[in-house]
C-alpha cells in the first residue's frame, strides 16, 4: 500500500485540528448582517441554488451556489453544495477545491469530512476516503451514513483485519438503530465471510424475529441461510446472505432501512439546507392570524331572487374569478350569462357539486357542467362570455342525459389528457363520462361498489405519481380507488367509518396527499396511505362543534374545506354546515386552533373575490342570499398563485389545458407545501417569506417541471413541455463524443397501447443503423461507443455489435432505419452516390425542392400540426425523377428525417374520437391517365431522430411510359431533411468485419442538455453538456442491473440483457481496425437488440420492470406477482444475484424538495 498519500492526509486532519479556532476567527469579518440587503440576496441566491440543485436544474444550481460564496465567502454551506454539484458531475478536481475550501472554514464539521470522503471513494481511493470518514465518524458518531460507508470502504480496501472492523463499524449502527434492517443483513455476511459463527447464528436469528411478514421466497432463503449458518464452515453462508439480500431489496421496510444509511446513487449525498455560521431562515409555517375576520357582504347582482346554491369560476384560467349563484331552474354568471338548470319536474335546487367548471374541449375557456334531478346538461363558452348549450352534440343517450344526479365532477380519468366528468348518481355506481376529445361522451363505469354519491376526489393518495380516486357516498360510506393505470382502478380497504365531508390536502407538509374527513363523530380526521404497509394511518386534527340531533339531516350535507385562508404558510380546515363557517387555522407546529369569529354563511367555494392576495368565502346567508364573505388579514402575509397551463399550440393536448389531477410543490427557503391541482389557479400562503425559491410542478402525465425565483405576492404562468422518447447513440469522432441518431431499442415498447384495448404486437427487437465514417474515429485503439437512457423509459439492453463497412469510393452504404408492419430485411444496402430530385413539392402544390436537395439541418415542414403530438392532416411530397435515373435494375429512394411519435396515451385519446388514426407512409405513383395509385402500402415510419429509409422503385419506375413522379404520403409528423434516389450496386464489393465488444461497462451518468435548430428540427442531446444528475424521471420500480462490467450480458441474443434505467450509460469500446485501404471509404453499423419499456401512464405496467421481455414473445398482457414467476428470471435466476443487484424506486423524484 502507498503511505505517502495516507500519512499527507494525516497531517492535514491534524493542522484541520489547530486552525479550526483561526477559521472561527476569520468567519466573523464577512458576514453580512442580518437586517442588509447583501444577508437577504445571500438567503435567496442560497435557497434558490439548492432548490436547483435539488430538483435536477444544475447549470441554476451552479451559477446560484458560486454566487454564494462570493456574497459569504466565509460562509460553508455554499463551499459545500458548490462542491457536491460538481461531486455529482464527476468534475472531481473543482470538487475537491471546493470542499477543502468548506472544510477549512468548518473543520469541525463532519459532514463535511463524509462529503471529502464520498469524493475520494469516487475516485477509487480507498485509504484518503477511510481517512476522512474516520474523522467524520469522530466529529458525528451519529451520522449512520458515514459509518456504513466507512464500513463499506474499509471492506473493500482490503488487508488483515479490515472485515473485522467492517462488522465492527455496522455494529456501531446497530446499537444506535437495533432495528436497522440494512445493516443487520450486512452484518451476518461479513460474519459468515469472516467464519465467526457465534454472531451469524445471534444474526440470523435477529433476522428470523422480522420474517413473518416477508413473502414466501424469502423465507425460504432465509431458512437456507439459517441452514448454513449451522455447517462448520460458515464461509459459504455469505453467498446465502447476499441472495438473501437482494430479494430484500423489494421490500419496503428494508429500503427505507437502507436509505437511512446509503443515499441513493443517482444523489451522492444530500446538500446542506442551513448555513453553517449564518443565521437560517425559518422552516416553519409564520404564526397564524387570529385576529382575522370575516365581513359578509350581499351578492348585489343576485337581486331579491331566492338562491340555493353559489360559487366561483375562474372564466380564463386568470383574473378575478366570476360569481355563479343557481336554483333548481337556472345558474347565473355575475354579470353574464343566464344558463337553464336542470332540476328536474319539482325545480329541485343544485347539491353542494351541482356546478361544474371545466375545459372539456382544451380551448382554455371554462365551460360549465350542470347536474341536477333532471339530468345532466354541458355549456360550451364562447368569445365574449357567452354559453351554449352543447348537449345534444355529446351524443349521450338519454338513459344518461336524463338521468337524476347529486352532483359532476372533473377527472382525467383514462389518463388521456382530457378532463372526463364524473358524475354522481341518485342510486348505483357513479357514471364516468368518457371524454371523446371530440366534443363526444361515452359512458363508462370504472368505480365498481360505489353508491350514489355526495362527493368525489381526484389526486395521487398512494404516492405512485398517478391521480387515484376517492368517493363519499350519501349514507357516508367512503371508498378510496387506487389508479392501476390503463382505465382500470383498484378499491382500498379503510378502516370502517361513517363520513360525513370530503377534502383532499398535505396537512403535515410531508409531501404525501392526504385525505382529510369530516367523521359522523365529529372528528375531523387525516388519513394517510403508508405503502410500505399497505394501511391507513389515521390522525385526528380538530373536532367539530356537536350538531344537534334536530338539525343531524344538514349535518350529512355538511362541507369540509381545506385553505390557507390567513397565507402564514401552513394550510387551514374549514367546516360548514346549517348557515355558519367554521376556521382552524394551522400553526407553526402544524397543529389547528378555532378561530373565534365564525363566517356566517354557509360554504360552497373559496377564491380570491378582490384580489389582494387573501381567500374569501363564496357562500350562502340564511339559506338563500349569496354573499361574498370578504377576508380581513390583519398581518398581511405574502402569498403566490401558479397558473399551470398545458401547451396551447397545436400538436399537443397531453395534458388537460389547466393541470387538474397534477400537483404543485413550492419551496421558500426550508417552508415546503404541496396542493393538488384542481383549477386553474392555484393558491399558496408564504408567511413572512418574499420570494417563492422554486414551484416543481408535476402534471397530471407525469412530467416534471420547475419554475424559479417567483417574487410574492402575484401570479405566475407554469407552462408544460413537449416529450419525445428514444435511446441516444454517441460517438467519438476524433474530436469529442457527438450524438448520431436515436438507436436500438427502438422498435415499438412493450405493452404501448395503440388504443384503449390493443397493444401493439412487438415483431422486430434487432435493429441496424448506419454511422458515417466521419462520425466514429480510433481512440487509443478502440471505437467508443455510448448508449445513453434520456427519457423516461426501462431498457432491456441483450446484444451489441459493430459492423465495418469498407466500400470503394464513389458508392455509399445504407442500412432501412424505419419501422413497419413487416420488419425491413437487416443488411447493408450498397448504392452509386445518390442524388437529388429533379423536382419536389407539398400537397399544395408549393416547391421545395431545395428544401429535400441536400442533408443539411432544414426539414420539410408545410403540413402544420394536428389536435395531438405525433399526428396532423393527410399530406404528401411529390418527387419527379431527374432524366438521368436509370429505368432498369436497382433503383432507391433515399430519404432522411425524423419522426415526432404519438404515445401510448396519445393512441388512447385518439381512438377515442372520431378522427383518422395515424396511418405510415405510402407510396403512390402517377399512371398514365394522369391519376394517382397507391403501389407501396404501410411502408412505416423512421425510427426515430436522424433516420435514413430505402424503398426500392425499381419494378414502380422502369416502364419507358410510365410519368417519372411518385409521391411519399402519410398523416404523421414526418420531417424530411433530405429525399435522393440512387442506382443500386448489388454486385459491388465491400468487405465487412463484425466486431463484438471488447469492453462493456454500465454507469450512472445522469441528462444531457437539450437543443434544437428550429421548431421542425428534432431536440438533440449535448454529450458535453449535462442537465442535471438526480432522478427526473418517476422511475419504474425494480431490478436494474448494477453498474459495472456487463460484457458477458451482451455477449449474445439470449434474454440475458442489461436492464437500465433513465439517466444511464451504456459504454462499448470495440477494437480498432487498420486504416481503411486506398481508394476504399469506411462506415459502420451498430447492431443492437432489445427492449424498450416507455413510463406513459397508458403504456401496460408501466409503473414496474416488469413482466420481463423474451425473444419470440409478441404481446405483453400479462404481469407476474413476484419477479419469481416471470419466466425470464426462472431461467436465468443468477443474474439476478451477481448483476440486477439494484432496486430503483421513483422516491428521489417524489421527494425532490423535501430535506432527507
Given at each position: 500500500m502507498n503511505l505517502k498519500a495516507p500519512l499527507k492526509l494525516a497531517l492535514i486532519l491534524c493542522l484541520a485540528c489547530l486552525t479550526s479556532f483561526a477559521s472561527a476567527c476569520r468567519r466573523g469579518a464577512t458576514v453580512p448582517d442580518k437586517s442588509s440587503t447583501e444577508y437577504r440576496e445571500l438567503v435567496s441566491t442560497f435557497y434558490i441554488g439548492v432548490a436547483a440543485l435539488q430538483v435536477g436544474d444544475d447549470a441554476r444550481a451552479e451559477q446560484k451556489l458560486k454566487r454564494v460564496t462570493e456574497l459569504a465567502p466565509t460562509e460553508p454551506a455554499g463551499w459545500a453544495d458548490w462542491g457536491l454539484l460538481a461531486l455529482r458531475r464527476r468534475e472531481y478536481e473543482a470538487a475537491e477545491q471546493r470542499l477543502e475550501k468548506a472544510r477549512e472554514l468548518a473543520p469541525q464539521n463532519g459532514q463535511l469530512y463524509f462529503l471529502r470522503g464520498l469524493l475520494e471513494s469516487s475516485r477509487g481511493k480507498s485509504a484518503e476516503a477511510m481517512a476522512y470518514l474516520r474523522r467524520s465518524v469522530e466529529l458525528s458518531p451519529k451520522d449512520l451514513k458515514a459509518l456504513y460507508l466507512l464500513a463499506s470502504e474499509t471492506e473493500r480496501a482490503g488487508g488483515e483485519g479490515s472485515d473485522a472492523e467492517a462488522q465492527s463499524q455496522l455494529e456501531k449502527i446497530l446499537a444506535a438503530e437495533p432495528n436497522a434492517l440494512a445493516p443487520l443483513v450486512e452484518v451476518a455476511r461479513l460474519a459468515a465471510k469472516r467464519g465467526d459463527s457465534e454472531t451469524l447464528k445471534r444474526t440470523v436469528a435477529r433476522l428470523g424475529e422480522r420474517a413473518n411478514a416477508w413473502p414466501p421466497e424469502t423465507r425460504a432463503q432465509l431458512d437456507a441461510l439459517r441452514e448454513a449458518a449451522n455447517a462448520p464452515d460458515t464461509r459459504a453462508a455469505a453467498t446465502r446472505v447476499a441472495f438473501l439480500r437482494n430479494l430484500l431489496l423489494s421490500d419496503a421496510e428494508y429500503r427505507r432501512s437502507l436509505n437511512a444509511v446509503k443515499t441513493p446513487p443517482e444523489i451522492i449525498a444530500e446538500p446542506f439546507t442551513r448555513f453553517l455560521t449564518l443565521e437560517s431562515p425559518p422552516s416553519t409555517p409564520a404564526p397564524p392570524d387570529e385576529q382575522m375576520t370575516f365581513n359578509p357582504e350581499p351578492v348585489s347582482e343576485a337581486g331579491t331572487e331566492k338562491w340555493n346554491w353559489c360559487g366561483a369560476v375562474s372564466l380564463n384560467g386568470e383574473g378575478t374569478p366570476a360569481l355563479l349563484y343557481a336554483n333548481g331552474r337556472e345558474v347565473q354568471i355575475a354579470g353574464g350569462a343566464k344558463l337553464s338548470f336542470p332540476g328536474g319536474k319539482t325545480d329541485t335546487p343544485p347539491l353542494q357539486h351541482g356546478v361544474l367548471g371545466l375545459d372539456y374541449n382544451y380551448d382554455f375557456k371554462t365551460d360549465l357542467a350542470l347536474a341536477g334531478a333532471g339530468g345532466f346538461r354541458l355549456y360550451k363558452q364562447e368569445d365574449a362570455g357567452a354559453f351554449t348549450d352543447v348537449t345534444a352534440q355529446t351524443r349521450l343517450p338519454a338513459s344518461i342525459a336524463n338521468a337524476a344526479y347529486t352532483g359532476a365532477w372533473a377527472a382525467d380519468v383514462d389518463l388521456d389528457g382530457d378532463l372526463d366528468i364524473v358524475l354522481g348518481a341518485d342510486k348505483g355506481a357513479p357514471p364516468v363520462l368518457q371524454n371523446n376529445g371530440d366534443g363526444t361522451f361515452k359512458e363508462i363505469r370504472p368505480f365498481e361498489g360505489a353508491g350514489a354519491l355526495k362527493d368525489f376526489a381526484w389526486a395521487d393518495l398512494d404516492g405512485d405519481g398517478v391521480p387515484d380516486a376517492a368517493t363519499l357516498d350519501q349514507e357516508g360510506k367512503l371508498r378510496p380507488y387506487f389508479n392501476e393505470r390503463g382505465g382500470q382502478f383498484r378499491q382500498a380497504a379503510l378502516p370502517e367509518m361513517q363520513v360525513w365531508a370530503l377534502s383532499i390536502a398535505d396537512l403535515d407538509n410531508d409531501g404525501s396527499l392526504d385525505l382529510v374527513v369530516l367523521q359522523a363523530n365529529d372528528s375531523v380526521t387525516r388519513l394517510t396511505y403508508r405503502e410500505a404497509v399497505g394501511t391507513w394511518e389515521s390522525t385526528e386534527i380538530t373536532r367539530v362543534s356537536h350538531l344537534p340531533d334536530n338539525v343531524y339531516p344538514e349535518a350529512q350535507m355538511s362541507n369540509l374545506a381545506v385553505a390557507d385562508i390567513d397565507n402564514n404558510g401552513q394550510l387551514d380546515v374549514m367546516w360548514s354546515a346549517l348557515s355558519f363557517t367554521d376556521v382552524w387555522l394551522g400553526d407553526q407546529k402544524g397543529a389547528y386552533k378555532r378561530l373565534g369569529q365564525q363566517a356566517e354563511a354557509r360554504l360552497f367555494a373559496i377564491a380570491d373575490l378582490d384580489g389582494d392576495g387573501r381567500l374569501d368565502l363564496i357562500g350562502l346567508k340564511g339559506y338563500d342570499k349569496p354573499v361574498r364573505v370578504i377576508n380581513r388579514g390583519t398581518k398581511n402575509y405574502h402569498w403566490q398563485v401558479i397558473r399551470p397551463r398545458a401547451q396551447e399550440t397545436a400538436g399537443d393536448q397531453r395534458v388537460n389545458s389547466f393541470g387538474v389531477g397534477g400537483e404543485i410543490e413550492i419551496r421558500a427557503g426550508l417552508l415546503t407545501q404541496k396542493q393538488v391541482i384542481t383549477g386553474p389557479?392555484?393558491?399558496?400562503?408564504?408567511?413572512?417569506?418574499?420570494?417563492?425559491?422554486?414551484?416543481?410542478?408535476?402534471?397530471?402525465?407525469?412530467?416534471?417541471?420547475?419554475?424559479?425565483?417567483?417574487?410574492?405576492?402575484?401570479?405566475?404562468?407554469?407552462?408544460?413541455?413537449?416529450?419525445?422518447?428514444?435511446?441516444?447513440?454517441?460517438?467519438?469522432?476524433?474530436?469529442?463524443?457527438?450524438?448520431?441518431?436515436?438507436?436500438?431499442?427502438?422498435?415499438?415498447?412493450?405493452?404501448?397501447?395503440?388504443?384503449?384495448?390493443?397493444?401493439?404486437?412487438?415483431?422486430?427487437?434487432?435493429?441496424?443503423?448506419?454511422?458515417?465514417?466521419?462520425?466514429?474515429?480510433?481512440?487509443?485503439?478502440?471505437?467508443?461507443?455510448?448508449?445513453?437512457?434520456?427519457?423516461?423509459?426501462?431498457?432491456?439492453?441483450?446484444?451489441?455489435?459493430?459492423?465495418?463497412?469498407?466500400?470503394?469510393?464513389?458508392?455509399?452504404?445504407?442500412?432501412?432505419?424505419?419501422?413497419?408492419?413487416?420488419?425491413?430485411?437487416?443488411?447493408?444496402?450498397?448504392?452509386?452516390?445518390?442524388?437529388?430530385?429533379?423536382?419536389?413539392?407539398?400537397?399544395?402544390?408549393?416547391?421545395?425542392?431545395?428544401?429535400?436537395?441536400?442533408?443539411?439541418?432544414?426539414?420539410?415542414?408545410?403540413?402544420?400540426?394536428?389536435?395531438?403530438?405525433?399526428?396532423?392532416?393527410?399530406?404528401?411530397?411529390?418527387?419527379?425523377?431527374?432524366?438521368?435515373?436509370?429505368?432498369?435494375?436497382?433503383?432507391?429512394?433515399?430519404?432522411?428525417?425524423?419522426?415526432?411519435?404519438?404515445?401510448?396515451?396519445?393512441?388512447?385519446?385518439?381512438?377515442?374520437?372520431?378522427?383518422?388514426?395515424?396511418?405510415?407512409?405510402?407510396?403512390?405513383?402517377?399512371?398514365?391517365?394522369?391519376?394517382?395509385?397507391?403501389?407501396?402500402?404501410?411502408?412505416?415510419?423512421?425510427?426515430?431522430?436522424?433516420?435514413?429509409?430505402?424503398?426500392?422503385?425499381?419494378?414502380?419506375?422502369?416502364?419507358?411510359?410510365?410519368?417519372?413522379?411518385?409521391?411519399?404520403?402519410?398523416?404523421?409528423?414526418?420531417?424530411?431533411?433530405?429525399?435522393?434516389?440512387?442506382?443500386?450496386?448489388?454486385?459491388?464489393?465491400?468487405?465487412?468485419?463484425?466486431?463484438?465488444?471488447?469492453?462493456?461497462?454500465?454507469?450512472?451518468?445522469?441528462?444531457?442538455?437539450?437543443?434544437?435548430?428550429?421548431?421542425?428540427?428534432?431536440?438533440?442531446?449535448?454529450?458535453?453538456?449535462?442537465?442535471?444528475?438526480?432522478?427526473?424521471?418517476?422511475?419504474?420500480?425494480?431490478?436494474?442491473?448494477?453498474?459495472?462490467?456487463?460484457?458477458?450480458?451482451?455477449?449474445?441474443?439470449?434474454?440475458?440483457?442489461?436492464?437500465?434505467?433513465?439517466?444511464?450509460?451504456?459504454?462499448?469500446?470495440?477494437?480498432?481496425?487498420?486504416?481503411?485501404?486506398?481508394?476504399?471509404?469506411?462506415?459502420?453499423?451498430?447492431?443492437?437488440?432489445?427492449?424498450?419499456?416507455?413510463?406513459?401512464?397508458?403504456?401496460?405496467?408501466?409503473?414496474?420492470?416488469?413482466?420481463?421481455?423474451?425473444?419470440?414473445?409478441?404481446?405483453?398482457?400479462?404481469?407476474?406477482?413476484?419477479?419469481?414467476?416471470?419466466?425470464?428470471?426462472?431461467?436465468?435466476?443468477?443474474?439476478?444475484?451477481?448483476?440486477?443487484?439494484?432496486?430503483?424506486?421513483?422516491?428521489?423524484?417524489?421527494?425532490?424538495?423535501?430535506?432527507?
Open positions: 389557479l392555484v393558491h399558496f400562503g408564504l408567511g413572512t417569506q418574499e420570494q417563492t425559491d422554486v414551484a416543481r410542478v408535476i402534471w397530471p402525465n407525469g412530467f416534471p417541471h420547475a419554475e424559479f425565483e417567483l417574487k410574492a405576492d402575484q401570479a405566475v404562468l407554469a407552462e408544460q413541455r413537449l416529450k419525445g422518447s428514444c435511446p441516444s447513440l454517441f460517438a467519438y469522432d476524433g474530436e469529442e463524443m457527438r450524438f448520431v441518431k436515436d438507436c436500438a431499442p427502438w422498435s415499438p415498447a412493450i405493452g404501448l397501447r395503440i388504443n384503449a384495448s390493443q397493444t401493439l404486437e412487438v415483431t422486430q427487437t434487432e435493429e441496424w443503423v448506419k454511422i458515417r465514417g466521419d462520425q466514429l474515429a480510433p481512440r487509443e485503439g478502440s471505437y467508443d461507443l455510448r448508449i445513453t437512457a434520456e427519457l423516461w423509459e426501462t431498457y432491456y439492453l441483450d446484444h451489441y455489435a459493430l459492423l465495418a463497412v469498407d466500400h470503394p469510393r464513389g458508392t455509399d452504404i445504407y442500412v432501412d432505419e424505419r419501422t413497419a408492419r413487416v420488419a425491413p430485411e437487416l443488411k447493408v444496402y450498397t448504392v452509386a452516390t445518390p442524388q437529388p430530385f429533379a423536382h419536389a413539392s407539398d400537397e399544395q402544390g408549393k416547391d421545395v425542392t431545395e428544401v429535400v436537395r441536400a442533408l443539411d439541418g432544414k426539414y420539410l415542414d408545410t403540413f402544420g400540426r394536428g389536435a395531438y403530438q405525433g399526428i396532423t392532416r393527410d399530406h404528401y411530397v411529390e418527387l419527379t425523377l431527374s432524366e438521368d435515373a436509370p429505368r432498369d435494375g436497382q433503383l432507391w429512394l433515399i430519404a432522411h428525417g425524423w419522426l415526432h411519435p404519438t404515445d401510448a396515451s396519445i393512441n388512447v385519446a385518439i381512438s377515442q374520437a372520431l378522427s383518422e388514426p395515424p396511418h405510415d407512409l405510402s407510396l403512390e405513383v402517377q399512371d398514365k391517365a394522369g391519376g394517382w395509385r397507391i403501389v407501396q402500402p404501410h411502408l412505416g415510419f423512421p425510427s426515430g431522430k436522424n433516420k435514413t429509409i430505402l424503398i426500392d422503385l425499381s419494378k414502380v419506375m422502369k416502364t419507358a411510359a410510365a410519368p417519372r413522379r411518385l409521391r411519399l404520403r402519410t398523416n404523421m409528423e414526418i420531417y424530411w431533411d433530405a429525399l435522393a434516389w440512387a442506382s443500386g450496386r448489388p454486385e459491388t464489393e465491400v468487405k465487412t468485419e463484425r466486431l463484438e465488444p471488447a469492453t462493456a461497462e454500465l454507469r450512472y451518468r445522469g441528462f444531457s442538455e437539450m437543443s434544437r435548430a428550429g421548431r421542425s428540427a428534432p431536440e438533440t442531446p449535448d454529450y458535453q453538456r449535462l442537465a442535471d444528475t438526480t432522478q427526473r424521471w418517476s422511475d419504474l420500480e425494480g431490478y436494474y442491473t448494477r453498474f459495472g462490467d456487463v460484457r458477458e450480458l451482451l455477449e449474445k441474443v439470449d434474454d440475458r440483457y442489461v436492464i437500465a434505467n433513465a439517466g444511464d450509460e451504456l459504454r462499448l469500446r470495440f477494437q480498432a481496425l487498420p486504416p481503411v485501404a486506398d481508394g476504399w471509404e469506411r462506415d459502420y453499423v451498430l447492431i443492437g437488440n432489445g427492449w424498450i419499456k416507455d413510463g406513459d401512464y397508458n403504456s401496460m405496467f408501466s409503473k414496474t420492470v416488469l413482466p420481463l421481455p423474451s425473444l419470440g414473445q409478441r404481446y405483453y398482457t400479462t404481469l407476474p406477482a413476484r419477479l419469481e414467476d416471470d419466466p425470464v428470471y426462472q431461467r436465468h435466476k443468477q443474474d439476478w444475484q451477481d448483476y440486477h443487484t439494484r432496486y430503483v424506486t421513483p422516491q428521489s423524484f417524489r421527494n425532490a424538495l423535501r430535506a432527507r
